[in-house]
């Protein structure tokens, strides 16, 4: 019995060892693959853009925005809510993206100088914040 079995064992290690082997050699290509999927993914999922604001749950991601003064700028506004309107509008300026439903993203090119500006959702009073221009 004991002769028997010594060598099975032996046989088994001898297996593991391999599996081991093989399974870092396989994490190591996945490893790769997965990094050339990231690069691809992420460029496709939003359009450009200087800074990305999120619509959700009928809330902005943020209450806060800034940009640099009389320079062009493109804000990403990223609306993650399936079936509802919403837009970009910065009070007192032309700037404002129109009413569309999620999901969906659009691109708000600005372009203003110094200044404090509010903005706001159209349709959702609660959806406001500060754009700092500077
Ligand atoms: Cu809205």
Excluded at 64 to 71: F, V
Aim: glycine letters at 10%.
């Amino acid at each position: 019995m004991t002769a028997t079995c010594e060598p099975t064992r032996t046989t088994r290690r001898v297996l593991a060892v391999g599996l081991a082997g093989a399974l870092l050699l396989g994490l190591a290509a996945c490893g790769s693959d997965s990094d050339s999927d990231d690069a691809g993914g992420s460029g496709g999922s939003l359009p450009p853009g200087d800074v990305v604001i999120t619509a959700d749950n009928i809330a902005w991601s943020t209450d806060e925005l800034q940009a640099p003064a009389d320079t062009d700028f493109t804000i990403v506004v990223d609306n993650q809510d399936s079936g509802v309107q919403h837009n970009l509008d910065i009070k007192d300026t032309d700037f404002k993206t129109e009413l569309e439903a999620g999901v969906s993203a659009q691109v708000l090119q600005i372009n203003l100088p110094a200044g404090e500006y509010d903005y706001i959702c159209d349709l959702h009073p609660n959806m406001t914040g500060t754009l700092t221009v500077s």
